[in-house]
């Protein structure tokens, strides 16, 4: 569609509408625009007049987006999500550090082995790592990039496969060995059979027990907060885990943990998730190096 300037309400007016439902209110983005509160104000209604719409509700003190306000909140983010990096890259803006989200785990159990590998080959691009579970939305919270788990169908983002994340079980050497007496995997009978130990923060291997007659909530499971702790009591030899063959591949290289069955699907996988648009140079050599050791 041709953009009709002509239609559109002043730059300042969106602008002082996306900071106020980003930062939840007309104080926070008067001063992230360093401008008056009264300003922001006259500006997010000059906007609403030109739209002919509500877009703030007011309650006392207090304000709410309406629907409409809403929806053109997520547009603008967006917009001025995207225009943000297209002049950073214009400009050559790579004195920042690469911005990645990705889960605490992979975090831990794939990318930091690695990471070393990275700034061998390239020491003057500096990482900054974003570990957590909830799934972030990349240009509202400005990051170059995440990892994300799944099968690749994001809305709105590039998706490039990784590695695979297939779910399998495994155990210690002292748990496993005497069982599968040189054989490559363990019967569901005798996994019910041995001991486990579950992560409460991930349903996904709840899923995958269910998926193949094991029952999730074995009373005789030891249950961990987060995958750290679940894999550090694998180790110790306290019972079987789930877990994503991605994230076990140290341990298994150090005989540490072995696998006693294993679906070999191609997904659920681990993907690269970027905006559409430009990416930074130094955005560009992360997302190179890491298809390259994966």
């Known amino acids: 569609m041709e953009l009709d300037w002509t239609r559109m309400p002043p730059l300042s007016a969106l602008r002082a509408f996306e900071a106020v439902a980003r930062l939840g209110g007309y104080s926070a983005a008067a001063r992230a625009l360093n401008v008056t509160h009264a300003a922001v104000a006259q500006q997010v209604r000059s906007l609403e007049e030109n739209l002919s719409v509500a877009l703030v509700a007011r309650s006392g003190r207090g304000m709410a987006l309406t629907g409409e306000g809403a929806q053109l909140a997520t547009v603008l983010a967006e917009a001025f999500a995207a225009i943000q990096t297209a002049v950073e890259v214009a400009r050559g803006g790579d004195d920042r550090p690469v911005r990645i989200t990705l889960s605490p785990g992979f975090a831990t159990q794939w990318l930091m082995p690695r990471l070393k590998l990275f700034w061998a080959a ?20 400005g990051m170059d990039l995440g990892i994300r788990y799944g099968n690749g169908d994001w809305p709105g983002m590039e998706a490039r496969y990784l590695t695979s994340a297939r779910l399998v079980v495994a155990g210690a050497p002292e748990l496993v060995d005497t069982v599968l007496a040189g054989r490559e995997a363990l019967t569901p009978a005798e996994m019910r059979a041995l001991p486990w130990v579950m992560t409460s923060s991930t349903p996904e291997e709840a899923r995958w027990m269910e998926s193949h007659g094991l029952d999730p909530e074995d ?71 890491l298809t390259k050791v994966a």
Do not use: C, K, M
């Open 219 to 289: 009373p005789d499971a030891a249950w961990f907060p987060d995958e750290e702790l679940t894999l550090a009591a694998a180790r110790q030899g306290l019972g079987l885990i789930v877990e994503s063959h991605a994230l076990l591949e140290e341990d298994l290289s150090r005989s540490r943990l072995r696998v006693v069955y294993d679906s070999r699907d191609r997904l659920p996988g681990y993907f690269i998730v970027t905006p559409p648009g430009p990416q930074r140079h130094a955005a560009r050599a992360f997302l190179a190096w």
């Open 122 to 141: 390239h020491p003057d691009i500096a990482l900054s790592l974003h570990p957590e579970h909830r799934l972030v939305d990349l240009r509202r919270e």
